[in-house]
């Protein structure tokens, strides 16, 4: 188990590195012109959100149960494995959206360009209560803008990008896709080292943190989220994951008796 640990360690901190780097970096914004750019890099946004995640969580479970005998084991891990990362990310991520960010209130950085740009009254926007009213707040705020192409940085706005941001109705910090993005990385990754005890198949475990970095910096280049909030909101995930590791439920019930530990 420690080495696993240590790889799991070495791994999030190399993750946490290239997420420092949109301190320091114009990542901010680039994504949202016109171009294939800002259709892949929602694409990469949109697996670590809501419909997203729970598709790459069944996958997942498919894939632990493939590693048992019977179907009857199978179904046993696949339900299991469901249960455990829908309770652990369901139950972090509505206190997150619902408490953490709701007790800070950070603005996000697209309102923040919205207000200072084009006039958008970002008070009024955050004192309404009900995210479907701000959305439908910020909707009529773009519909009233028809008359005239929203630009940043002089190019236009992809039409993809306004359509996101119109669902991006609550605070910034922290990052929701970080935290569950590398909450979910990690655990996944503590599960392949588990499994697999040759070392071709356990670099697969880099796998889920490409992901979780990638979703995270998707957050940044598309302007809904700042360099702090991606990089404390993977370092919250890491730390989560790393809490439930550490009272071995993984090992006790989801991994096969088998397994070499």
């Keep these: ?16 590195l290239i997420l420092s780097s ?10 949202i012109h016109e171009g294939w750019l800002a259709t892949f890099w929602l694409l990469i946004s949109n697996t670590g959100g809501t419909i997203g995640v729970p598709l790459i969580t069944i ?10 005998k019977g179907w009857k084991s199978k179904l046993l891990v696949i339900t299991g ?9 369901g139950v972090f991520a509505r206190v997150n959206e619902y408490f953490i960010k709701e007790q800070l209130k950070v603005e996000r950085p697209n309102i ?24 439908a707040f ?43 993005a590398f909450l979910m990385a990690t655990l996944m990754a503590y599960i392949i080292l588990f499994i697999y005890s040759d070392f071709r198949r356990r670099l697969f475990f880099i796998l889920p943190f ?24 993977a370092a919250i995930g890491c730390l989560v994951a790393f809490l439930i590791i ?13 397994v070499d530990a």
């Design 1 to 16: 188990m420690i080495l696993r640990i240590r790889l799991l360690l070495l791994i999030s901190f190399i993750c946490l």
């Design 22 to 31: 949109t301190f320091f970096l114009p990542y901010g914004f680039s994504v």
């Design 59 to 68: 996958l997942f479970c498919i894939l632990i149960s493939m590693h048992y």
């Design 81 to 89: 494995a469901l249960v455990v990362f829908s309770l652990v990310l």
């Design 112 to 135: 923040i360009f919205l207000h200072e740009s084009m006039g958008f009254d970002s008070e009024a926007f955050y004192n309404i209560e009900s995210k479907d009213e701000r959305r």
């Design 138 to 180: 910020i909707e009529d705020f773009f519909n009233g803008q028809l008359s005239q192409v929203i630009m940043f940085d002089d190019e236009p706005l992809h039409p993809k990008v306004i359509t996101h941001w119109l669902h991006e109705t609550g605070y910034s910090f922290p990052s929701g896709h970080s935290v569950n």
């Design 210 to 233: 490409a992901w979780a970095t990638l979703v995270a910096l998707s957050r940044v280049l598309l302007g809904v989220h700042t360099a702090l909030d991606i990089s404390l909101g």
């Design 246 to 258: 550490s009272t071995r439920l993984i090992d006790r019930h989801l991994m096969p008796k088998s």
